[in-house]
């Protein structure tokens, strides 16, 4: 029923106090929940792909907004919300200040990290990506490297930031750069698939070698399409790699490169700590321990069981 997608879709990001466009409510649209779930374990995590639902035209949201929405779905100013809830709007306006100002520093310090070697691709993450923005927060980056050099790359990244004195670590938060995700190559993400991380990896921006993040969401676009049919991902260009990145990579792209890697590696894993929201494998560097995705999913649960007794009564 697209009626219940519409609320689930505002409620979830309502959790997050963010106001959609309407493009952004077309775009984020959420699956059926009352068929998903059957796909999901108890922590709402995808066990199993399944068939996309058919995608529905922006003319159909705003026709069942205006129809079937009425005391519950408001608008102002071009975004739309649960009712009550007009304060998120201003909010959201109000961020934008920081969001611009935040905007120069990703352009000035991002743009080198093409002539890094063994980067294939660096995305915008986190509430920056999406206009989620506060005055105090960090900036989320997503990479993906070259095989066999993880460890490698990361060091390089995180000196690079470190030198410039803009790596965000212990208080050192606003502004800075939270280097928290590294994948090889396009990987296929096995661990934590649910709705919160698929919002996630949609709303990753392309800031480096943007072919490469087309690829790793292409990779994974069975599951993150089964959170959310309605997503489409058009390919980019692909982007020549710098002369500088080539001439730096045949430098350590050898047997002594690789043994820097694993000496990197073993001395970079034992100071990693294990939590829910940590993960460490072979092919992915994922640190988000503060990660808030546990009780807002729970929240949206419990909004569907509320959404799911109103209906009973409804039918009776």
Request: some cysteine.
């Amino acid at each position: 029923m697209l009626k219940n997608r519409i609320l689930s879709t505002l409620k979830f990001f309502d959790l997050q106090d963010y106001p959609l466009t309407l493009l952004e409510l077309h775009k984020f649209l959420a699956a059926d929940w009352a068929e998903l779930k059957l796909h999901l374990n108890s922590q709402g995590e995808l066990i199993e792909n399944r068939q996309p639902e058919p995608q529905v035209r922006v003319d159909e949201v705003l026709s069942c907004i205006d129809n079937e929405c009425q005391g519950q779905v408001e608008n102002y100013l071009g975004f739309y919300y649960l009712s009550g809830r007009k304060d998120i709007v201003s909010a959201r306006l109000r961020n934008y200040h920081f969001g611009l100002a935040r905007e120069k520093l990703i352009y000035r310090y991002t743009k080198a990290l093409r002539f890094l070697p063994f980067v294939r691709g660096v995305g915008l993450a986190g509430s920056q990506a999406m206009g989620q923005q506060k005055e105090s927060s960090d900036i989320d980056l997503f990479v993906i490297v070259r095989p066999d050099f993880m460890w490698l790359a990361r060091t390089i990244i995180t000196a690079y930031f470190q030198v410039l004195g803009k790596r965000r670590y212990d208080g050192h938060i606003t502004n800075r750069f939270c280097l928290n995700h590294y994948v090889m190559g396009p990987k296929e993400i096995t661990k934590l698939k649910n709705l919160y991380t698929a919002s996630e990896y949609l709303k990753l921006r392309p800031l480096t070698y943007r072919h490469s993040l087309w690829q790793f969401q292409k990779i994974n676009e069975p599951w993150l399409k089964a959170f959310f049919p309605n997503i489409k991902l058009n390919h980019p260009e692909t982007e020549m790699a710098s002369r500088i990145q080539t001439f730096l990579e045949k430098l350590f792209a050898n047997r002594f490169g690789l043994w820097l890697d694993n000496v990197l590696k073993n001395w970079q894993l034992p100071q990693i700590r294990t939590e829910k929201f940590i993960v460490v494998e072979e092919d992915e560097l994922s640190f988000h321990p503060e990660s808030k995705q546990q009780g807002l999913l729970a929240d949206f649960a419990k909004f569907q069981k509320q959404q799911e007794r109103v209906s009973v009564k409804l039918v009776v």
